[in-house]
Each structure stands twice: as structure tokens, then as C-alpha cells.
């Protein structure tokens, strides 16, 4: 061993051991649906390595909060997913239930039960 062998950096990949574990790994990613489940299946795998603490997200930014430029932190849908999922319900049985509706008179009292249930 070299003294220059001192400084290189040493790549310390995970490769994946066997065909069965490289196709449930692809298999997992063709179904996931956000980036938060496409993380969890490279991280599960061992493709890449993420140790994140509850409520931060990859980069270490608190989920509760703001961002300084008052945006929502990366990965905040997918954390809070079942929330979004419940407002996105409501906001589509609005939206049916106006377009739907045949009368002016209806129309508003559906936005008014609308307002009463995104409360």
C-alpha cells in the first residue's frame, strides 16, 4: 500500500446479491407512485443508503415548518400523505357536486357545504 493509496477514495457500492432481489427491487419501483416511496424501496434494497430522522426530511429540513422562502420542505406531501389524500377527497366531491348540479340554487348551496366540510 502507497502512501497516495491513503487519500484515493474507496467506493463502497452495495451491489444487489442475486437476480431475484434486482427484479422484486425493480418490480417495487415500477408501482411506486411518489418520490418518497421510490426512496424507501432504493434505501430497502440497498441501492443507496438514507438514515432520516421522523419528521425531517433527506436534507434535514423539519417537515412542520416553512422553508425560509415560505414553501412547503421537499417531501412534505409524501410525508403527510394521508392529509393530502383527505383534503384532495373533499376537494373532488366539491367539484362533483357543483358540476353536477342543475340550478344556480344549487350550485351555490354546494359551495356552501363545499366551505363547511374544508373547514
Sequence with gaps: ?????????????????NKNDANQAISSLEKADDL???????VSSGV??????????????????LTQNGELP?????YYKDFVDEQNQKIDTLWKDVY?????TKKIEAYRTGNILMK
Aim: glycine share 12%; no cysteine.
Design 1 to 17: 500500500m502507497g502512501l497516495l493509496d491513503i487519500f484515493k477514495k474507496r467506493h463502497t457500492t452495495r451491489h444487489i446479491s
Design 36 to 42: 418518497g416511496e421510490i426512496a424507501n424501496v432504493l
Design 48 to 65: 443507496i443508503s438514507g438514515k432520516v430522522e421522523k419528521g425531517k426530511n433527506s436534507f434535514g429540513e423539519d417537515l412542520q415548518r
Design 74 to 78: 421537499f417531501g412534505w406531501v409524501a
Design 100 to 104: 353536477t348540479a342543475t340550478t344556480t
